[in-house]
């Protein structure tokens, strides 16, 4: 069992830049797709970005697109999101989530991922 637990999150201002992290327990090797979500009040759960970790292929939303970065630390199994120049509309709560994937790439969509933080809420204000 894998599990992972956020942290990083808090209240800032627009333009400011904060680092999330995701620290996983109980890695698996198996665990070889992750990525990052977030919820905004009354919102659907938000595909942010996610790394494939066979060949560190990364994708971005077009929204977070140029503004934020995520990476691992293999030695630490630690994911981060690197986020700046944050807006009001980043407001969220942030998950990772990992699991497993077939085809070497890394998946977009909730149900694709097997594993899931708490999540560490972020706060933008203008």
């Known amino acids: 069992q894998l599990r992972l637990v956020e942290s990083g999150g808090g209240s800032v201002q627009a333009g400011d830049s904060l680092t999330l992290s995701c620290a996983m327990s109980?890695?698996?090797?198996?665990?070889?797709?992750m990525a990052w979500f977030r919820r905004a009040p009354g919102k659907e759960r938000e595909w942010v970005a996610c790394?494939?970790?066979?060949?560190?292929?990364?994708r971005y939303a077009d929204s977070v697109k140029g503004r934020f970065a995520i990476s691992q630390d293999n030695a630490k199994n630690t994911l981060y999101l690197q986020m700046d120049s944050l807006k009001p509309e980043d407001t969220a709560m942030y998950f990772c989530?990992?699991?497993?994937?077939?085809?070497?790439?890394?998946?977009?969509?909730?149900?694709?991922?097997?594993?899931w933080g708490q999540g560490t809420q972020v706060t933008v204000s203008s």
């Open positions: 989530a990992a699991g497993p994937s077939s085809g070497g790439y890394c998946y977009l969509l909730p149900y694709q991922y097997k594993y």
């Open positions: 109980g890695y698996s090797s198996r665990v070889n797709s």
């Open positions: 790394l494939a970790a066979a060949d560190g292929s990364i």
